[in-house]
């Protein structure tokens, strides 16, 4: 298995603190994703990196920011989180752009 | 609008049988991937091809650009096999990667 590890697993918080999760890899992968999975919708992507301080936006980025400030972490935060950003979130990575990814064991986040 | 439809959506199958799940896109690709998520909500890449076909072990999986149409199939399905299956394509003009909502298989000994 790609050495690739998300935290919090679980996470309860209410609407309008913000949370921030974190992707951790140690396979020195350039490009790392953020995703979220809703009944109905499949997987979406967030953000994604292709390299230390470059991001760029997915489909539903709204709501959501990023930062890569080394290649093996991969932060997601959620400013203000409301009850639609409830939500299994994913982390991938991959070592070219759409090749392969390696997904992490995903973070259950529920906002009350 | 969905650029990647899946059917079905939903597979019961006995041990033994042959499965086919059947991935549809919209748009131009550099690849398709296809993905198994265990029901503890693992997620694992199987196959990853731009043309032709591919094997491993008692799985399959094919793809026809041309009609934009992907299959993967399960030879001898065992209740090990049970997990939601999902296609997913990288767009060939950018960045995105676009996932079908996934078939979810579940095979009875």
């Known amino acids: 298995d790609a050495g690739i590890t998300q935290s919090p697993r679980h996470k309860v918080t209410e609407t309008g603190t913000p949370v921030t999760l974190r992707c951790h890899q140690t396979?020195?992968?350039?490009?790392m994703y953020w995703y979220r999975q809703d009944p109905g919708h499949g997987l979406r992507l967030i953000h994604y990196?292709?390299?230390?301080?470059?991001?760029d936006k997915g489909e539903v980025s709204d709501g959501y920011s990023v930062s890569r400030s080394k290649t093996e972490d991969f932060l997601l935060t959620l400013e203000s989180a409301t009850s639609s950003q409830t939500s299994v979130y994913f982390c991938?990575?991959?070592?070219?752009?759409?090749?392969?990814?390696?997904f992490g064991p995903g973070t259950r986040l529920l906002v009350l | 609008k969905n650029e990647v439809e899946q059917s079905p959506q939903n597979l019961t199958a006995q041990e033994g049988e042959f499965i086919t799940i059947n991935c549809s896109y919209s748009?131009?690709?550099?690849?398709l991937h296809w993905l198994q998520q265990h029901p503890g909500g693992g997620i694992v890449s199987l196959f990853m091809l731009s043309s032709g076909k591919k094997k491993h072990g008692r799985l399959i999986a094919t793809i026809n650009i041309q009609e934009k149409h992907s299959s993967l199939h399960i030879t001898a399905s065992h209740p090990r096999d049970s997990a939601v299956y999902i296609c997913?394509?990288?767009?060939?003009?950018?960045?995105?990667?676009?996932f079908g909502t996934g078939t979810s298989l579940t095979v009875i000994p």
């Open positions: 748009v131009g690709i550099s690849a």
């Open positions: 990196s292709y390299g230390v301080k470059d991001t």
């Open positions: 991938a990575i991959s070592p070219r752009l759409q090749e392969t990814q390696y």
């Open positions: 997913a394509v990288a767009e060939n003009t950018g960045n995105q990667f676009y």
């Open positions: 396979e020195n992968h350039r490009y």
